[in-house]
Structure formats: C-alpha cells, structure tokens
C-alpha cells in the first residue's frame, strides 16, 4: 500500500468514529486524532495537545493535584504528605502507586501511609489553616524521624484562599524540618502535567540549598530522574549505570529520599526518564548549576545499548570501556529472551494509550518482540512529546490525544489490535470487550519493565497477555454467550 492511501485509509477510519459527535465538537476532536506522518513535515498532520478538555465529552485525563502528589512527591519517601482537602480526593491519600522503595514503614519511610486534612462543611466556610497546623504538629509528635512534610492542595484549598504558605513558614520554623507548600489544587491547568511542574517549582523554592547536606563527590556522580521506581523500576535502571561504573547520588523520585533530592545539584549528569514531568527541574539545574542532562529509555534491549552508549560518551574511557562490556555480557541473555518470545508474538499489533513518556519510550520494546505499534497517543502530552513520537510510528498509524473512551473503543474496534495498554480506566471495558489488555501505567501489578531485569519480565507479561486463551471465553458485546458464539464457529 502506498504512503498516500495508508494515510488516506486512517483518516477515513478518523472521519468514521468522529462523525457521531455534533459539528463543532467533531471539527474540535478532529484536530486531536490524525494519522500518523513520521517525517513531522506536515503541518496539517500535526496533533493539537495540552489544551483544556471539551466540556461534555469524556476524558480519562488526571488533575494538577494528582501529578504533584500521585506522581512526583508521593514517592519520596522520608517526607509525609499531606491531601490538603476533602477526602473524596483521596484516591492519592488512601492509595500508592506502587512505588517501591526500602525503610521501615512509619518510622524512617511513609511511601504506604496515608495523610489527609479530611475537610468538613466548617472547614469549607471558615478555613482549613489552623486544622493544616495542628495536624503537623500532631504528625511531627507521631513520626520524629520523618524528614519534612509537602502539602499537596486540593481544589478547596484554592477556591477558599487558605494560607498554606504562611503555615508551612511558621512550622518549618517551629520544627526544624522543610514544610513544603505545594499549590497543586486540581483545577489548575489543563491535566496533571502542570501538576508536574508545580511539583517540579516546589523542589526548586524549598528543597534546593535549603535541605542540601555535604557529601563526597566523584566525577562519576549521576542522578536518576523521573523514574517512580514502579515495580522495581528504579532498582534495575541502577544497576545497570553502576555496572557501568558510574555513581547514582539521588533517584528522583522512586524510593528518594528529601536530602537525594536536595543534593542533585551536585551531580555531573542529570539523566531524565521520564520527561514530561521532570524536564523543568533538569533545565532549571542546567540554566543554574550547568549540569547537563540527557534523555534516556531503558525499555528493551535495543534502546537500552543505545542509551548506555549514549550515556557513557560524557565520560572518560574507563565508563565507555565498562559500557561495552556490559552490554556484551547482557547482550547473549537479552537475545535468548527474544528467541524465547519473539516466536509467538511476531506481527502482533499494539495500540497504546498512556500517559507520560510511555507511548513512545516502549515502543522499542515492543519492536524487540516482532511486534508492531498502530496507534498510540497521550493523555496529557505536550507538542514536543508528539514531535518526538512521530518518527518512531509507521506512516498512517493513529495518532490521538486526549482521547475520549467512545474514541478508544471504536478505534479499537476498526483496527482490531491484538493488544492494548492503557491505565487503569481503560482496563475493565477492555476486559468487558474480550480484548487482550496490559495496564502500562503501573504494569498492571507486575514489574520492573525497565532495564536488564525488566526486558524478561516485560517479553512475558506481553506474551502471557496476548496468547492467553482466556480472552475467547469472554462473551463479547451484542452476543448472548460465549458458548453461542464458539457453537455457530
């Protein structure tokens, strides 16, 4: 098929699905969902990202406050963390995302526990600044050893004007311990990612040269950035850069602690996982310190070798030497891994709907497997998170942002992919359609993906996922039984 009719042939499936939508909001969505143009020349192709969702259409998109407590300082685990608010909030006060880290939880580490200001109709009317007080106060009383405490904001909290800030002076103050005010109330916006960098502006006010310690330093001396340590995911990127010989000073922020944080400043590379969230702290420590930082994707062997290459090249021979002979070691098991797997999901087809950087960084890995990507798209990308994933998609692949649940099920249902990963939101109707699904936000309780350890794990929840013979059990939509079904087969 030509390059002309691949693209006109996702466009006319595009038209099909957005044609039940009233005019003005098809032509609003039309703008979002386009087929894919790898050499990102065409202008028209391009795809409209980070604006405010449409009212009255659907979104499975997050808020402020879950990118700034959910995302980057739920894990930092020697810190408690405060929901400024109501409750009904707290879905990231009474829920991790797995995070793994290491201490003992409720004395030195607080990753699991749960913290919430719990706002009644009185604290609504006459505000919540002296309650926020006296809760420090009793959590500094209950967990000595706790190193801080942030404050994340609900909406409440911005719409009644409390005064976190002036609390967070006064007992910072009064304990001797950084309390950090966070305004990340969740109408702020457009999605979570302002939420990122809200979180990213609070680390940079009240943690930076004011919670820093003194330590020794190498010229080796890294950071490990936007990687949440789910499932492990931290340990086995760590591993790899210290086989490499190089020196992990912080993790920010999967099982980080407030002075990792504190003392990233003094690191001679800041390597950034996962971009969107973290990108301002590393351009605001390069503007600042001169730090340099790069871009890296431990998804599957082949992005793995590229990146440990790309990363050793800052450093002296010795890194670079190391380099090569780890990834001589590793690189026999990883090939066995992808004998093993690739048989049975060669030419699979994958549709991807994720939020932060995974739309595009595990797309590589999927390619390790034979298997080949037909749409993917953001929850809460930026321009430049679509710039970067244009040319790692075939021509005419479905590109969509911010996409609705109507969207997701009738592009599934056109392209019929053998495989989905999406978020947590998405994964129950999937399971309802009958089709093969793997939550690829938290690894759907599995896990590491990431690095060496992760590629085994990664190639065999994917095999385990697509060939499962559970799927033709499950009665589809429109048929009275599965056993029906199977019978007029």
């Known amino acids: 098929m030509s390059t002309s009719s691949k693209i006109n042939q996702t466009q ?83 829920w991790s995302r797995r995070n793994y880290y290491n201490g003992e939880t409720g004395v030195d580490s607080f990753g699991t526990m749960h ?31 706790a190193k801080g405490v942030s404050i994340q904001s609900e909406c409440p909290v911005g719409l009644i004007g409390d005064d976190i800030e002036q609390v967070a002076k006064a007992k910072t103050v009064e304990h001797g311990k950084p309390i950090v005010p966070v305004r990340c109330e969740g109408f702020r916006g457009v999605s979570q990612s302002l939420g990122h960098h809200i979180a990213n502006d609070a680390i940079r006010d009240h943690v930076f040269e004011k919670a820093a310690t003194e330590i020794e330093t190498t010229p080796y001396d890294i950071t490990i950035i936007g990687d949440y340590n789910i499932g492990g995911d931290a340990w086995a990127s760590r591993r790899i850069l210290e086989e490499m010989g190089l020196r992990v000073i912080a993790q920010w922020t999967g099982d980080a602690t407030l002075a ?41 062997p082949t992005k793995i070798y590229q990146s440990i ?47 932060g950087l995974r739309p595009r960084h595990v797309i590589g890995a999927y390619e390790d497997l034979g298997m080949e990507i ?5 929850e809460f990308g930026h321009n430049d998170e679509y710039k970067r994933t244009y040319p790692l998609l075939p021509e005419g692949a479905v590109i969509m942002d911010d996409a609705t649940p109507y969207e997701l099920e009738e592009i599934t249902k056109a392209l019929k992919p053998d495989l989905v990963g999406s978020g947590v939101k998405e994964k129950y109707a999937y399971h309802k359609m009958g089709v093969p699904f793997r939550q690829m936000h938290s690894w759907d309780y599995s896990g590491p993906y990431h690095g060496f350890d992760g590629f085994s794990v990664f190639a065999r929840d994917m095999d385990m996922t697509v060939n499962s013979p559970v799927w033709g059990l499950i009665r589809k939509p429109g048929t009275a039984s599965a056993a029906a079904e199977r019978a007029a087969s």
């Open 309 to 355: 290459r790309s990363i050793a090249a800052h450093f002296d021979e010795t890194i670079k030497a190391n380099a090569e002979a780890l990834i001589e070691r590793m690189k026999p098991e990883m090939d066995a891994i992808i004998a093993q797997y690739r048989p049975a999901l060669e030419g699979k087809t994958v549709m991807l709907y994720v939020g």
């Open 374 to 378: 037909i749409a993917a798209g953001y």
């Open 260 to 300: 990792e944080l504190a003392n990233a400043p003094q690191a001679k590379l800041n390597l950034i996982h996962c971009y969107r969230s973290m990108n301002y702290i590393c351009r605001y420590m390069e503007d600042t310190w001169g730090i340099p930082w790069e871009e890296y994707n431990f998804f599957g």
């Open 115 to 145: 913290f919430t200001s719990d706002f009644q109709e009185r604290d609504i009317v006459y505000g919540g600044d002296k309650k926020l007080g006296t809760i420090i106060d009793e959590l500094d009383g209950l967990f000595p050893l």
């Open 12 to 94: 006319k499936l595009i038209d099909e699905v957005l044609e039940v939508y009233p005019e003005k909001t098809r032509k609003d969505r039309a703008k979002h969902i386009k087929p894919n143009d790898p050499t990102s020349d065409c202008s028209s192709c391009a795809v409209k990202s980070n604006v405010k969702s449409r009212p009255g259409v659907m979104t499975v998109r997050g808020c402020a406050y879950a990118g700034s407590k959910g995302v980057v300082w739920g894990p930092v685990k020697d810190m408690i963390h405060i929901s400024h608010g109501p409750v009904g909030c707290g879905a990231y006060s009474n």
